[in-house]
């Protein structure tokens, strides 16, 4: 897919949407199950799978990554706009929803906004955004509104799988470490593994997957002082490109959520030209 805005009608013999050897190319059987409404049905076996949602107005591209991702294990909805989108999460309740950003009805930023503005489990669903290349901004909004990764187009099919795997691992992961403290509290600052919950005196505080891994990451080693790198291989993330910043908007983010105010944090210091460090005392 280039990277202008999509659009439902794509010819057949256009640019693939991927990019090197893995290249799929859908017979009609395939894109009869993996086109068309959201709440496609699925499978006994399906059931049992993880369940992935993609949100994509370009049918070609949902498709091949339909076909690839099932292959993967995976069960796999598609729907073809935002509002549609929207509806299968509630239907579907899927694991993880990949999220283009140019959808025909709304923007996919709204579509992310409202997700995590959701009740219950679906405002914890894993998003990955799909944003075009070379796009630093629409990645940054988006991982401040609450996304926990994101691919710029066009993509290898197989790193669209690794991210997406990694994702899930780190939500599945962080909670069932054996041996590990289950409730760790810095004065009214307390964080549930278990259960995947921050709380500031008593009130609720609203964080992504993977900022939940970051804020343990931290905790785990309040009063050291960690570079970004060390607290992205901590959680077990995706190796950062030189010069990403996307931690920094994380870590803004988490700021946002736990300090009284973000713009003096007193929880998460900024180590100028090193990193951060969790504060070990805290009110």
Known sequence: MSEHRSTTNHPADGPSPFTGADVLVPDSDTASRYTGSASSQRSASQTMMQQLLMIEDDTRLATMVGEYLSKSG???????????????????????????????????????????????????????????????????????????????????????????RAVLRRGGESGSAAGTQKTMRFGSLEIDRDARTVQVSGKTCELTSYQFDLLVALAERAGRVLSRDQIMEAVRGRELEAFDRSIDVHMGRIRNAIEVDAKDPKRILTVRGVGYVFAKQQD
């Open 74 to 164: 995976y069960g796999f909805t598609h729907a073809a706009d935002g509002a549609k989108g929207l509806e299968a999460l509630e239907t579907s309740k899927p694991d993880l929803v990949i999220l283009d950003l140019m959808l025909p009805d709304m923007d996919g930023l709204e579509v992310c906004r409202r997700i995590k503005s959701l009740g219950g489990d679906s405002a914890r669903t894993a998003v990955l955004m799909l944003t075009a290349k070379g796009d630093p901004m629409d990645r940054i909004v988006g991982l401040e509104i609450g996304a926990d990764d994101y691919l710029p187009k066009p993509f290898e099919p197989r790193e669209l799988l690794a991210r997406i």
